[in-house]
């Protein structure tokens, strides 16, 4: 099965919207068409990113819901350790976590709308791909 990981902009917005292609994304992964490969970094800026007023108030998340959604991703994704250290690599040094993900859950794909990371195409072999090209690689997985 192919592993993935998606960049925290992308499983956030799967996780506040129902519509568009992250959420897709989250969908597949909950039907198991794809293995979700998530450090301990990425679990806490999800959760720091789902506690902010703006957006726990716009889309009405209590906390007992993030700390679902928490416990959803660390029960059914890949947890890796979080404790390779990679040289600097993307432009913003907050992204280098992604990438010691991808290289420690030995994934197949980094999943980012981050331009910042998307520059890159590669990293280590991992091809770095947008939302709507890893649906059209799942598409053609069937």
């Not at 990425?42 to 789902?50: G, S, Y």
């Not at 993030?66 to 416990?71: K, N, Q, T, Y």
């Amino acid at each position: 099965m192919r592993r993935a990981v998606l960049d925290t902009n992308v499983i956030v917005s799967g996780l506040i919207t129902s519509k568009g292609t992250p959420a897709d994304l989250l969908t597949a992964w909950r039907n198991r068409r794809f293995d979700l490969v998530i450090g301990p970094a990425i679990l806490q800026e999800i959760e720091r990113v789902l506690r902010l007023p703006r957006i726990t108030k716009a889309y009405r998340l209590a906390p007992q819901d993030i700390s679902g959604l928490v416990e959803l991703l660390t029960s059914r994704a890949v947890l890796t350790p979080g404790r390779l250290a990679i040289p600097s690599t993307a432009r913003d040094p907050e992204d280098d976590q992604i990438l010691a993900c991808a290289i420690e859950g030995h994934a197949d794909y980094i999943v980012t709308g981050d331009q910042d990371l998307l520059i890159l195409e590669r990293f280590q072999g991992i091809p770095i791909i947008p939302p709507a090209a890893f649906a059209a690689v799942l598409r053609t997985a069937r």
